[in-house]
């Protein structure tokens, strides 16, 4: 059998075994390894997209950062009211981005948190740390804007993962470097990132040292955060309620739908699905239902700035694939699909792609500003903690998802919208048919938004009405927005019986 490695995993592979200064034979050995595990399909073994960006463009030469960082005092967290966003904006920030200057095109003030990727862990409980380390310009400009900078500790190996839950002394080597870590460089917390786990080591033996971690952080760092991240589906063995009870932040990492083994193309992050298969509207209303269920404002959405190209049998969506090319970033694809003839919208999944023809056909499928809002505005109707991002400076100096995230979760609300709800009255809730408004206040009503849990606004109704007919909707949850004359806001949540 003629196995044929696509150009770009090859090139990579290869500067990353020069780098690492292994023998030929143990080169062969690592680039077989993960040529298998990335070829093959099945769930267990396929890399998620944090590994293989590792892969793909973390092969960068040892050499320090651009910034002389050492040499400058870390200074910690200053005053936590400076931000102002209504919800956590949690961006990962790859060593490999940072390397290239992407520290310059940060919008702090825009961000609750910033997760340093990566802190590689080994089954001894040792970490090594990101190349540059430690950022001091990131840290101390992040934490001028009261920005928390975390530390991600990462680990894709199975076998190693499982020492780490298993064994007391690494378990222990571990829980204390973090700890030192922290403290040394003035983080606000610590993210753990561990993928390709065993499913019989996931549920109650991950929840539970997850548990004693977060025990043992607040313990000895009183303010600290921990956090974990988590796939989109439950594929088995998962208990992601308990999960969310035993960590500060669960991040669901919503993207790798499709990627370098799907057969056929599509999204990377599809908001919905035709036929319920999965989705990102599916995982959260399925998956980690009851974990939003108890755990809301723990529960952080993430969404891709990459999308995925490969080379196909036709340029229609959904077309078979025919060799997987690469990841792409925004900063990419926000000029490359205009050079492209613009964005093809594919209603199937709520997503963009674009694609071309030389002699080959191509098709890159990718998120824009419109996708990203309706999975922000999912986010936001689900009532859960925020957002986060993979990855940071995969735009580049580019302003348009930074304005996004400005509408979406650092609004310029009125002093008045606490009280505003308050005399709004809204009932029945639930109900089969209507629903009746009333305002027991002096402030006038502009108008209402009446949307589905999709962020898609179903009706626009402007000034004031007693009376909303939902008849003509099936059943499920429901939100009603109504603004007040002087820019007032209320939102309520409705079910539909």
């Given at each position: 059998?003629?196995?044929?490695?696509?150009?770009?995993?090859?090139?990579?592979?290869?500067?990353?075994?020069?780098?690492?200064?292994?023998?030929?034979?143990?080169?062969?050995?690592?680039?077989?390894?993960?040529?298998?595990?990335?070829?093959?399909?099945?769930?267990?073994?396929?890399?998620?997209?944090?590994?293989?960006?590792?892969?793909?463009?973390?092969?960068?030469?040892?050499?320090?950062?651009?910034?002389?960082?050492?040499?400058?005092?870390?200074?910690?967290?200053?005053?936590?009211?400076?931000?102002?966003?209504?919800?956590?904006?949690?961006?990962?920030?790859?060593?490999?981005?940072?390397?290239?200057?992407?520290?310059?095109?940060?919008?702090?003030?825009?961000?609750?948190?910033?997760?340093?990727?990566?802190?590689?862990?080994?089954?001894?409980?040792?970490?090594?740390?990101?190349?540059?380390?430690?950022?001091?310009?990131?840290?101390?400009?992040?934490?001028?804007?009261?920005?928390?900078?975390?530390?991600?500790?990462?680990?894709?190996?199975?076998?190693?993962?499982?020492?780490?839950?298993?064994?007391?002394?690494?378990?222990?080597?571990?829980?204390?470097?973090?700890?030192?870590?922290?403290?040394?460089?003035?983080?606000?917390?610590?993210?753990?990132?561990?993928?390709?786990?065993?499913?019989?080591?996931?549920?109650?033996?991950?929840?539970?040292?997850?548990?004693?971690?977060?025990?043992?952080?607040?313990?000895?760092?009183?303010?600290?955060?921990?956090?974990?991240?988590?796939?989109?589906?439950?594929?088995?063995?998962?208990?992601?309620?308990?999960?969310?009870?035993?960590?500060?932040?669960?991040?669901?990492?919503?993207?790798?739908?499709?990627?370098?083994?799907?057969?056929?193309?599509?999204?990377?992050?599809?908001?919905?699905?035709?036929?319920?298969?999965?989705?990102?509207?599916k995982s959260l209303r399925?998956?980690?239902?009851?974990?939003?269920?108890?755990?809301?404002?723990?529960?952080?959405?993430?969404?891709?700035?990459?999308?995925?190209?490969?080379?196909?049998?036709?340029?229609?969506?959904?077309?078979?694939?025919?060799?997987?090319?690469?990841?792409?970033?925004?900063?990419?694809?926000?000029?490359?699909?205009?050079?492209?003839?613009?964005?093809t919208w594919d209603r199937?999944?709520?997503?963009?792609?674009?694609?071309?023809?030389?002699?080959?056909?191509?098709?890159?499928?990718?998120?824009?500003?419109?996708?990203?809002?309706?999975?922000?505005?999912?986010?936001?109707?689900?009532?859960?903690?925020?957002?986060?991002?993979?990855?940071?400076?995969?735009?580049?100096?580019?302003?348009?998802?930074?304005?996004?995230?400005?509408?979406?979760?650092?609004?310029?609300?009125?002093?008045?919208?606490?009280?505003?709800?308050?005399?709004?009255?809204?009932?029945?809730?639930?109900?089969?048919?209507?629903?009746?408004?009333?305002?027991?206040?002096?402030?006038?009503?502009?108008?209402?938004?009446?949307?589905?849990?999709?962020?898609?606004?179903?009706?626009?109704?402007?000034?004031?009405?007693?009376?909303?007919?939902?008849?003509?909707?099936?059943?499920?949850?429901?939100?009603?927005?109504?603004?007040?004359?002087n820019g007032e806001q209320?939102?309520?949540?409705?079910?539909?019986?």
């Open positions: 059998m003629i196995l044929v490695i696509p150009h770009f995993l090859y090139l990579r592979l290869q500067n990353l075994a020069n780098v690492i200064e292994i023998s030929t034979f143990q080169k062969a050995q690592c680039i077989l390894l993960l040529i298998s595990q990335l070829c093959f399909a099945q769930e267990a073994h396929r890399l998620g997209i944090h590994e293989q960006h590792l892969i793909e463009f973390g092969s960068i030469d040892k050499k320090d950062a651009q910034f002389k960082s050492q040499t400058m005092d870390i200074i910690p967290i200053q005053n936590k009211q400076l931000n102002t966003l209504s919800h956590v904006v949690f961006g990962f920030l790859p060593y490999w981005e940072y390397a290239s200057g992407g520290a310059e095109n940060l919008h702090y003030d825009l961000l609750s948190h910033i997760a340093i990727f990566n802190f590689e862990t080994s089954d001894s409980g040792n970490l090594t740390p990101p190349l540059g380390w430690p950022w001091t310009d990131i840290i101390n400009a992040a934490h001028q804007k009261s920005t928390k900078i975390i530390m991600m500790v990462t680990n894709f190996n199975a076998t190693t993962i499982h020492t780490l839950l298993t064994n007391t002394t690494s378990k222990n080597t571990l829980f204390a470097t973090i700890k030192n870590t922290i403290s040394n460089y003035q983080l606000d917390g610590v993210n753990i990132d561990f993928e390709g786990i065993d499913p019989s080591d996931r549920g109650d033996l991950l929840n539970s040292f997850m548990s004693d971690l977060t025990n043992y952080i607040h313990l000895n760092l009183p303010g600290k955060e921990v956090s974990f991240d988590s796939p989109a589906v439950n594929w088995s063995g998962w208990k992601f309620n308990d999960l969310a009870a035993s960590v500060d932040h669960l991040l669901i990492m919503a993207y790798d739908y499709n990627g370098a083994w799907s057969t056929i193309t599509g999204a990377v992050s599809p908001l919905v699905h035709p036929s319920g298969g999965i989705s990102v509207t399925d998956d980690y239902a009851v974990a939003i269920a108890h755990h809301p404002q723990k529960i952080i959405l993430g969404v891709p700035y990459y999308g995925k190209e490969w080379k196909t049998s036709t340029g229609n969506a959904g077309a078979t694939v025919t060799e997987y090319v690469e990841s792409t970033f925004y900063r990419t694809t926000a000029v490359e699909a205009i050079t492209h003839g613009g964005y199937n999944s709520e997503t963009p792609y674009y694609a071309w023809q030389n002699p080959t056909w191509h098709q890159v499928w990718a998120d824009n500003p419109q996708s990203l809002s309706l999975k922000y505005d999912l986010a936001l109707n689900n009532g859960i903690g925020g957002v986060g991002i993979w990855a940071l400076n995969y735009d580049g100096n580019r302003d348009e998802l930074w304005d996004l995230i400005k509408r979406k979760f650092k609004p310029t609300l009125s002093q008045n919208d606490d009280s505003f709800k308050r005399i709004l009255k809204i009932f029945p809730n639930p109900t089969h048919n209507a629903v009746r408004i009333e305002n027991h206040g002096s402030i006038p009503i502009k108008g209402l938004f009446f949307s589905n849990c999709y962020g898609q606004n179903l009706q626009i109704i402007n000034g004031t009405i007693a009376n909303i007919d939902l008849s003509q909707y099936a059943s499920g949850l429901y939100f009603l927005k109504i603004l007040g004359e209320a939102v309520f949540k409705l079910i539909k019986n």
